[in-house]
T-cell receptor, first 109, second 114 residues
Framework: GQQVMQIPQYQHVQEGEDFTTYCNSS?????IQWYKQRPGGHPVFLIQ?????EVKKQKRLTFQFGEAKKNSSLHITATQTTDVGTYFC?????????FGQGTTLQVKP | KAGVTQTPRYLIKTRGQQVTLSCSPI?????VSWYQQTPGQGLQFLFE???????NKGNFPGRFSGRQFSNSRSEMNVSTLELGDSALYLC?????????????FGPGTRLTVL
């Protein structure tokens, strides 16, 4: 069946370093979404990308959708302790959203 | 608009018991999805309801069931609880149109089965 894979599973960075998580789908996606879950919290919608090659920015976060619409990335510039959490990508499957396993980011102050 | 509410927030049950969880979606949203989240399995889709009808179902045993009421509130039920059912159960209020399918998650119900 359709799969959405994310790497890495975990990432520890020093505050101020950059961070990137990658998302790959086994099938072409009509769109891809990103969510953030803080420790002890619930997933919160961050952004949706729809167009091939689309790049969107939210302050220090840069989201990219691949040309083939099968992969995506989230890049955080100069991480802060507030960036701690698990980042999920999700793509539409048959009647449901399929979530990647998530990348858990730890930031050392 | 008020966000998604889920009750109860925490629940402790013993094996063999059953449990009912409740979710109230964002006003105006007619679709509700349920997910099970565990450390090892991530977010696993349980089912989706739209206008009181189950529209999609994930790969969970029949012990997991749900329903939706005319006011869009939804409940999920787990019967004959097993230890492995311990998880965070998340409800998502869905907004879907021709361009987007966005999930707005509630705070979840943390279920512990002893």
């Amino acid at each position: 069946g359709q799969q959405v894979m994310q790497i890495p599973q975990y990432q520890h960075v020093q505050e101020g370093e950059d961070f990137t998580t990658y998302c790959n789908s086994s099938t072409t996606l009509s769109n891809i979404q990103w969510y953030k879950q803080r420790p002890g919290g619930h997933p919160v919608f961050l952004i949706q990308l729809v167009k091939s090659g689309e790049v969107k920015k939210q302050k220090r976060l840069t989201f990219q959708f691949g040309e083939a619409k099968k992969n995506s990335s989230l890049h955080i510039t100069a991480t802060q302790t507030t960036d701690v959490g698990t980042y999920f990508c999700a793509g539409p499957g048959t009647g449901k959203l399929i979530f990647g396993q998530g990348t858990t980011l730890q930031v050392k102050p | 608009k008020a966000g998604v509410t889920q009750t109860p927030r925490y629940l402790i049950k013993t094996r063999g018991q059953q449990v009912t969880l409740s979710c109230s979606p964002i006003s105006g949203h007619r679709s509700v999805s349920w997910y099970q989240q565990t450390p090892g399995q991530g977010l696993q889709f349980l089912f989706e309801y739209f206008s009181e009808t189950q529209r999609n179902k994930g790969n969970f045993p029949g012990r997991f069931s749900g329903r939706q009421f005319s006011n869009s509130r939804s409940e999920m039920n787990v019967s004959t609880l097993e230890l492995g059912d311990s998880a965070l159960y998340l409800c998502a209020s869905n907004w879907r149109d021709s361009l987007t399918d966005t999930q707005y998650f509630g705070p979840g119900t943390r279920l512990t089965v002893l």
